[in-house]
């Protein structure tokens, strides 16, 4: 079992990143998807997740209406994006996928089993 995050990076108030996370290793294609992130000092919190079909998606108040998940199935491999938009500061954090079973999507990270090991996006000019 593998998520594999990446697409951080330094990035300037206003701008654009698309976060990629490549899974491997289990039946992922029933799994749900989350996006979370950790800013130093916070808890981690969520950001967006995919229901296993793609065609349910959920978003947190911060980036709603900014942000777009999505998600690529292949057997036993795929990959899910979070497409960021007008980036702020305060979206600098690490960010992780996770995957859990069912057709849920969760809000808390003790619903995901499986995690990836982040990739950091910082937003400054």
């Known amino acids: 079992v593998q998520l594999v995050e990446s697409g951080g990076g330094l990035v300037q108030p206003g701008g654009s990143l698309r976060l990629s996370c490549a899974a491997s290793?289990?039946?992922?294609?029933?799994?749900?998807i989350g996006w979370f992130r950790q800013a130093p000092g916070k808890e981690r919190a969520f950001v967006a997740g995919v229901d296993y079909s793609g065609r349910r998606v959920e978003y947190a108040e911060p980036g709603q209406g900014r942000f777009s998940i999505s998600r690529q199935n292949a057997e036993n491999t795929g990959t899910i994006f979070l497409q960021m938009n007008s980036l702020k500061s305060e979206d600098t954090a690490i960010y992780y996928c996770?995957?859990?079973?069912?057709?849920?999507?969760?809000?808390?990270?003790?619903?995901?089993?499986?995690w990836g090991q982040g990739t950091q996006v910082t937003v400054s000019s």
């Open positions: 290793g289990f039946n992922w294609a029933n799994y749900g």
């Open positions: 996770a995957a859990k079973p069912g057709l849920k999507i969760e809000y808390n990270t003790g619903a995901y089993a499986q």
